[in-house]
């Protein structure tokens, strides 16, 4: 997101509380989510998001993205907010957790 320092941080919140309600809220709903955590960090003069997504299984992943797992998913006025949609999301797996 990018915009002057107010109407940024705006539209910083009002993107939030849109991420919490679509995305966040349908990752909870499907069994298998083991938590989704929102990073937001203030750069230049851009608002940037990370969403990281916990699953127990790649089988609890295909319930919410279909068979394409690399597919990035996006929501009806996701293009409202964002700079660029990504095609693609990655995939990683837990190795520690401390």
């Known amino acids: 997101m990018r915009g002057e320092s107010d109407d940024c941080q705006d539209l910083a919140e009002a993107y939030l509380a849109y991420l919490l309600e679509t995305g966040v809220k349908d990752y909870q709903a499907v069994a ?5 955590q929102v990073l937001r960090r203030m750069h230049e003069d851009k608002t940037e998001f990370l969403v990281l997504s916990f699953w127990e299984s790649y089988e609890a992943i295909r319930a919410f993205a279909g068979d394409d797992l690399e597919r990035a998913i996006y929501y009806d006025k996701d293009q409202e907010f964002l700079l660029e ?4 999301v990655a995939h990683y797996e837990l190795t520690t957790q401390l």
């Not at 298998?32 to 989704?36: H, S, Y």
């Not at 949609?85 to 693609?88: D, G, R």
């Open 32 to 36: 298998g989510n083991r938590g989704v």
């Open 85 to 88: 949609l990504e095609a693609n």
